[in-house]
């Protein structure tokens, strides 16, 4: 059976005419006409609402047999999730590359504190003890607070480079 006749088929079982079948679809009794002739073929957009109208299914309507049983979709999966959920989820799959973030920002901080250093030696060319002796040049902690910013990039830095060398094994 060709999908004109089933069409017209499902159409007389309804008991609908072809005007009020093409009233329902929003398109004109020649369509209808043509269709159940073989003459010309629904367009793709109206094939769910003739469908509707005729009181079947798309797959019923198409093939001419009726489906053994419904089809099995797996289960959808909810669109909203609990955000600290996917923020767990994120940082065991990928917290490694974090652990590379933060030692790239421990030698950053490392190359500033040597930076500093190195600009205030030729600043201040004279030995640091001669200033804590009571020197006349005033007193600069910089030596102090350049030492800090080294002792904290290269902790940051090496600390990085092991959580990501944890957190890239525990991710397999």
């Not at 933060?102 to 190195?118: C, E, Q, T």
């Not at 060319?125 to 910089?142: A, K, V």
């Not at 080294?150 to 890239?168: C, D, N, S």
């Amino acid at each position: 059976m060709t999908l004109a006749e089933r069409i017209a088929q499902y159409r007389r079982q309804k008991g609908l005419s072809q005007e009020t079948l093409a009233q329902q679809l929003g398109i004109s009794r020649q369509s209808v006409s043509k269709w159940e002739r073989g003459e010309a073929l629904p367009e793709t957009d109206k094939l769910p609402a003739l469908a509707q109208a005729l009181g079947v299914s798309l797959d019923t309507l198409l093939t001419g047999q009726q489906p053994e049983s419904e089809p099995s979709f797996p289960p959808a999966r909810s669109c909203r999730r609990d955000p600290l959920e996917m923020i767990f989820r994120l940082f065991r799959r990928w917290g490694w590359i974090g652990g590379l973030i933060l030692s790239g920002y421990g030698a950053l901080l490392f190359g500033m504190g040597l930076l500093g250093r190195v600009m205030v030696r030729q600043m201040f060319p004279f030995p640091l003890e001669e200033i804590m002796e009571g020197g006349s040049q005033p007193f600069f902690p910089i030596e102090i607070i350049t030492g800090a910013a080294m002792a904290a990039g290269g902790l940051l830095f090496l600390g990085g480079l092991i959580a990501a060398a944890v957190l890239y094994r525990k991710r397999r």
